[in-house]
Nanobody
Framework: QVQLVESGGGLVQAGGSLRLSCAAS????????MGWFHQAPGKEREFVAA????????NYADSVKGRFTISRDNAKNTVYLQMNSLKPEDTAVYYC??????????????????WGQGTQVTVSS
């Protein structure tokens, strides 16, 4: 099994920035595609961003293109989400996830095998 632990969430004003981190256990991190999802109260979990095993390919939800950047450091078993120009509608719990058998960086919840506990991001107006 793989354990994923998110950190870096908090309270920021609109227009500010946060950098989320997701640290993974194990020696096979580089074999997983990684994704970020978020979930607001009363809503379903939604795709935010994904990155391929090597980091050479990325995919983003339309709502965050140009504002968020996903990256990974396989030597440190860590994936990041840099969030700039934050908006109140970005407020949610953010989760990282790992896909053991990727073809592409998927936007679908059911393609992922391991999930972190989530970290809260709150953006005030």
């Amino acid at each position: 099994q793989v354990q994923l632990v998110e950190s870096g969430g908090g309270l920021v004003q609109a227009g500010g920035s946060l950098r989320l981190s997701c640290a993974a256990s194990g020696r096979t991190f580089s074999s997983y595609a990684m994704g970020w999802f978020h979930q607001a109260p009363g809503k379903e979990r939604e795709f935010v961003a994904a990155i391929s095993r090597s980091g050479g390919s990325t995919n983003y939800a339309d709502s965050v293109k140009g504002r968020f950047t996903i990256s990974r450091d396989n030597a440190k078993n860590t994936v990041y989400l840099q969030m700039n120009s934050l908006k109140p509608e970005d407020t949610a719990v953010y989760y990282c996830a790992a896909d053991r058998d990727p073809s592409l960086g998927s936007k679908y919840v059911y393609d992922y095998d391991y999930w972190g506990q989530g970290t809260q991001v709150t953006v005030s107006s």
